[in-house]
């Protein structure tokens, strides 16, 4: 069974940085897809990042492009957020599938962090 935990949530003001990361445990295949989600109370649930677990096939959504930076370090996955903004605040979920995260079914979520960025 794969588990997930994200850590690294908080608050910041409009334009910091925040890291975020995931620790993966159980079957991670190199196939699997690694990646964030987030989302706001009352909205859908909405892609943020993705990776590859053998490190390759990276994909930002265009909201974040240039501002975050999905990646893996060892057994850890990462979002580095930097010029943060307030349509940023959402938890924030860690999510894995051997299918392309390209929709919100998805086989395995962490728990989720949240991030609050104030003005």
């Known amino acids: 069974q794969v588990q997930l935990v994200e850590s690294g949530g908080g608050s910041v003001q409009a334009g910091g940085s925040l890291r975020l990361s995931c620790s993966a445990s159980g079957p991670i295949f190199r196939q699997y897809f690694m990646g964030w989600f987030r989302q706001v109370p009352g909205k859908e649930r909405e892609f943020v990042a993705k990776i590859r677990w053998s490190g390759g096939d990276i994909f930002h959504a265009d909201s974040v492009k240039g501002r975050f930076t999905i990646g893996r370090d060892d057994a850890r996955l990462y979002l580095q957020m930097n010029s943060l903004k307030p349509e940023d605040t959402a938890v924030y979920y860690c999510?894995?599938?051997?299918?392309?995260?390209?929709?919100?079914?998805?086989?395995?979520w962490g728990k989720g962090t949240l991030v609050t960025v104030s003005s």
């Open positions: 999510a894995a599938d051997v299918r392309s995260l390209a929709t919100t079914s998805v086989s395995y």
